[in-house]
């Protein structure tokens, strides 16, 4: 086991450590007491960063290694990780409030079980053969098609998973033979700084992977610069359409994972054993500060009171406090604007007629730490703020319909497209009603209940542009080229 540096005033760039002159006090969200100090990056660090990456990328010291090289020192790198595991979960706890379970499982395992699969694809030939053929013209030919790695990727990240969402862009640039530059949010810097640990630790090559800390003025210049190939952005929508046109004037790709207001279709033959402890999770994971979680929950009218009495007696029973309590359901929000983000969207509610069913306050008994009781409302209006807008807090809006056709359509209206989730017996009916919903990923009665990495994620409409994970994942990482032969 290897510990995890809490206190660091260097970033990660070139292949060696940086001071920078300015550092940052960590907060824990569940007591406010600080559990670290981070390195504070500028723009000057994000333009040394991007002349590294962009000198390891042209002159090929980690594209020119052989696929099998470069998947070698990946599982170096990922047991490197697993090395950390445990300190790397405590770290997840403190830095995000994560419940201890779900740093374990989610923020943790899955990461690793992602990183793995990305370098598990990239080890295979990356050329693909088309044809050998006598040519129209007369002679014989052959045309390969090949992809290549972008280049750079500048990778930009939110708070709410932090270590997987890094691996979700590191892993698959990395395994795609890219040169990286990654800048983590700065509520939660800790995290990232742990790969450039690794990256140390395995002799990435230098320039490969560099991390900076820091804010927008950071950003801005990852997303500016045409020594940038492809942007690969997860965050807010607003944040999003600002990088989309911050990226415009060099024509720089963009990958974009942002927001959501997902649907949970509850039809009237739902087991609602199966509907309701569904509907909790996905307001209560990670306090409700998840992109794909289903916060609408659009249930059939002939089952809506009952399952309303059983959502908010389950939620009654959720006990909200200290992450490293074994008990603890659900921790705080990430900050003190969160939380005030949070109350403003309940009060607006309340203000334009939802029923507020469950929680809606600060828990009684837990005066640090900036938690909120999850909370339900009723009688939710589709056009209402609530119903519109990702509220990233424990709330959950409940509306009723009465046929197919009706909660469809209102799955659909909406400016988000990320997921969606349907329960019902009919297996038939919820296939098709998945077939007709905008969005990027839908579950039938749960799904795997894991987030499988062979399947693409991502979104339409305000969710984004792209898709991570899958063979989509990987590839948009990369560049096309065909070349096209003349043999004899
Ligand atoms: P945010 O958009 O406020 O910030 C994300 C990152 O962008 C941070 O690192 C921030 O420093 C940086 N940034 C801010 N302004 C920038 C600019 N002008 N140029 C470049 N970078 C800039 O998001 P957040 O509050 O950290 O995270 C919550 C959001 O992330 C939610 O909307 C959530 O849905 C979304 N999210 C999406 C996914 C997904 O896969 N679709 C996953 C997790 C979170």
Redesign the pocket.
């Known amino acids: 086991m290897t510990d995890i540096e809490r206190t660091r005033r260097a970033l990660y760039i070139d292949g060696v450590w940086v001071d920078t002159e300015q550092t940052a006090s960590v907060t824990n969200p569940a007591t406010e007491d600080e559990l670290g100090v981070a390195p504070v990056g500028t723009a000057a660090h994000a333009e040394a960063a991007l002349a590294a990456a962009r000198a390891a990328a042209d002159d090929r010291r980690w594209s020119g290694l052989t696929p099998k090289d470069r998947v070698r020192l990946l599982r170096r790198f990922t047991d490197a990780l697993r090395d950390r595991e445990e300190a790397l979960v405590a770290l997840v706890i403190d830095e995000c409030g994560a419940p201890g379970r779900l740093a374990k499982i989610l923020h943790y395992r899955t990461g690793m079980d992602h990183f793995d699969w990305y370098v598990d694809a990239a080890d295979r030939d990356p050329i693909e053969p088309r044809r050998f053929a006598p040519l129209p013209g007369g002679g014989t030919g052959a045309a390969v098609v090949v992809r290549e790695p972008a280049g750079v990727v500048a990778a ?6 932090p270590f997987f ?1 890094n691996v979700q862009k590191v892993a698959p640039a990395l395994a795609a033979g890219n040169c990286v530059v990654l ?4 509520l939660t810097p800790l995290q990232a700084l742990v790969l450039a640990d690794v990256a140390e630790e395995v002799e990435l090559p230098p320039g490969v992977l560099n991390v900076v800390t820091g ?2 003025d950071v ?2 210049v ?2 500016t610069d045409p020594r940038v190939d492809l942007v690969s ?8 359409a ?2 989309m046109a ?1 990226a415009s004037p060099n024509l720089t790709r963009v990958l974009l ?4 207001k997902s649907a949970l279709i509850v039809r009237d033959d739902a087991d609602l054993d199966v509907a309701v402890p569904t509907a909790l999770m996905n307001f209560i994971t990670q306090a409700g500060q998840g ?2 979680l289903c916060t609408r929950h659009i249930v059939h009218e002939s089952i809506h009171d009952t399952f309303v009495e059983q959502l908010v007696a389950f939620t009654s029973m959720v006990t909200v406090g200290d992450p490293h309590d074994r008990g603890t359901a659900m921790g705080p929000l990430i900050s003190a604007a969160q939380r005030d983000r949070v109350e403003g969207f309940v009060a607006t509610a309340r203000a334009e007629g939802a029923t507020l069913a469950a929680g809606g306050s600060r828990p009684s008994g837990l005066d640090r730490g900036f938690f909120f009781e999850p909370t339900v409302f009723t009688d939710v209006a589709n056009s209402s703020t609530l119903a519109r807008n ?1 509220v ?1 807090g424990p709330v959950a809006a409940v509306i009723s319909f009465a046929d197919d056709d009706e909660a469809v359509a209102i799955a659909n209206d909406s400016p988000y497209g ?1 997921a969606g989730a349907i329960v019902s017996h009919d297996a038939d009916a919820a296939f098709r009603m998945a077939l007709r919903m905008h969005t990027g990923y839908v579950t039938i009665n749960g799904g795997s209940g894991a987030m499988d990495p062979a399947l693409p ?3 339409v409409g305000r ?2 542009i792209g898709r ?1 994970l899958g063979i989509e994942g990987l590839d948009c990482y990369t560049e096309t080229k065909s070349i096209d032969m003349r043999i004899g």
Not at 183 to 186: A, C, L, Q, V
Not at 233 to 240: R, W, Y
């Open positions: 930009i990240t939110p708070f709410n998973f969402l800048k983590p949010s700065p804010d927008i950003g801005q990852l997303t952005f997860t965050g807010s929508d607003l944040v999003g600002a990088v911050q994972e942002l927001g959501g992109c794909a990702e990233f990320l994620f991502g979104g969710s984004g991570e």
